[in-house]
């Protein structure tokens, strides 16, 4: 079982930068990929980045490829995800999300168990 706590979000000019963190409970942090999503008003829900249980491997999406950067400290139990100039489309509530034990870094929403509460990301221009 994880709880995950998300941390970070605020309003920032367009061109600035944000760090969100996502703390986790529990005592499978160290074996679980983490990702990080977001949904902006009226939209669905979309996959913005993952890292391996190791920290291996990464992925993006091609909209914040080269601006975000997703990174994780297991021995803080967090997950973070450094976001370097930000766009106006990038607002939306960012959730933090942890795979299913064991489970690769995925894309997928379908492939993660449990997800935090969100935090708001809004970038003005």
């Known amino acids: 079982q994880l709880q995950l706590v998300e941390s970070g979000g605020g309003l920032v000019q367009a061109g600035g930068s944000l760090r969100l963190s996502c703390a986790a409970t529990g005592r499978t942090f160290s074996s679980v990929a983490m990702g990080w999503f977001r949904q902006a008003p009226g939209k669905e829900r979309e996959f913005v980045a993952t890292i391996s249980r190791s920290a291996g491997s990464t992925k993006y999406a091609d909209s914040v490829k080269g601006r975000f950067t997703i990174s994780r400290d297991s021995a803080k139990n967090s997950v973070y995800l450094q976001m370097n100039s930000l766009k106006p489309e990038d607002t939306a509530i960012y959730y933090c999300?942890?795979?299913?034990?064991?489970?690769?870094?995925?894309?997928?929403?379908?492939?993660?168990?449990?997800w935090g509460q969100g935090t708001q990301v809004t970038v003005s221009s």
């Open positions: 999300a942890a795979a299913g034990l064991f489970r690769g870094a995925s894309t997928m929403m379908t492939d993660y168990d449990y």
